[in-house]
């Protein structure tokens, strides 16, 4: 059994009045991919935001509850969001890499957290790049502009800028809806790759997708979690009525 690196506990989150999470608890396992899935607007991206506290940017959001973090609460006094972000990564549905080179964009954090050191630098971009399967497009073009390369391209730069600050979770919101069917399957294959050394969770909307790289898929809907489990149970034998009417397509 995989162990649990998050979970959460009664977790309600309100934007003013409106309360999109409504009580979620939902458990994480070490080195899985789960997916969150469900019709636009049942909170998949605010629960999604909630686990490394990136709600916190947007103003008036009351949150309750707890999200355990390796054992600790995330919403805690002790918890410094800069150092939570760099253990629990994100990457976003637009392709949001940083005007600078595609070196710079890798080293960023990795300065921020004062590794200054050439050769090191040199070492994990390279790393970084070929773990997120984008080296081979970039190794040429290190000292270029990462805006100059494609969606697809940019969206991996991305992913390999979070790795390189070697995180625990990396979260993704619709990683691939801004990107075409070709980029999209690029990016699949290299989460696949980072299974197990990494936990991750992403948003989606297509449900192939889900089913194709999840281990397990959580079912939100109107800021209600409804169904969690194996993802090929989810899709073969859901438990629930709402489940299987949303991903045979009878809703949503
Ligand atoms: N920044 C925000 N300010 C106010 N309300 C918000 C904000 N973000 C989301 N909401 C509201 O919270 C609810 C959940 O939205 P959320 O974006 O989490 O859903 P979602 O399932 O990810 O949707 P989608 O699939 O369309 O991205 C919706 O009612 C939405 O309007």
């Not at 790289?213 to 989810?234: H, P, Q, R």
Request: glycine share 8%; charged share 25%; with cysteine.
């Amino acid at each position: 059994m995989a162990e649990t690196i998050i979970s959460t506990k009664d977790l309600h989150l309100y934007y003013g009045q409106n309360e999109a999470l409504k009580g979620i608890n939902l458990t994480l396992s070490e080195g899985e991919i789960t997916a969150l899935i469900g019709p636009s607007g049942c909170g998949k991206s605010t629960f999604l935001r909630c686990l490394n506290r990136m709600n916190d940017l947007i103003p008036d959001v009351t949150t309750t509850g707890s999200v355990l973090y390796k054992g600790q609460d995330i919403f805690g006094p002790k918890t410094d969001t800069v150092d939570l972000r760099k253990e629990i990564g994100m990457v976003f549905q637009q392709p949001n890499p940083f005007p600078f080179s595609v070196y710079e964009n890798i080293t960023y954090g990795l300065k921020l957290k004062g590794v200054k050191e050439k050769n090191q630098l040199d070492q994990i971009v390279e790393e970084s790049l070929k773990a997120a399967s984008v080296w081979d497009d970039v190794k040429d073009k290190l000292h270029n502009s990462a805006l100059a390369l494609s969606g697809g391209q940019q969206q991996r730069v991305c992913i390999a800028r979070v790795l390189a600050v070697n995180p625990d979770i990396i979260l993704l919101d619709e990683p691939t809806s801004a990107l075409d069917p070709v980029s999209s399957g690029k990016i699949e294959n290299t989460l696949l790759e980072l299974k197990g050394q990494y936990t991750m969770v992403i948003v989606t909307h297509n449900m192939s997708q889900a089913s194709r790289i999840s281990d397990k898929t959580a079912f939100f809907l109107s800021g209600d979690l409804i169904e969690f489990n194996d993802t090929k149970k989810i899709f073969l034998d859901p438990q629930e009525k709402q489940t299987d009417d949303y991903i045979s397509g009878r809703f949503g």
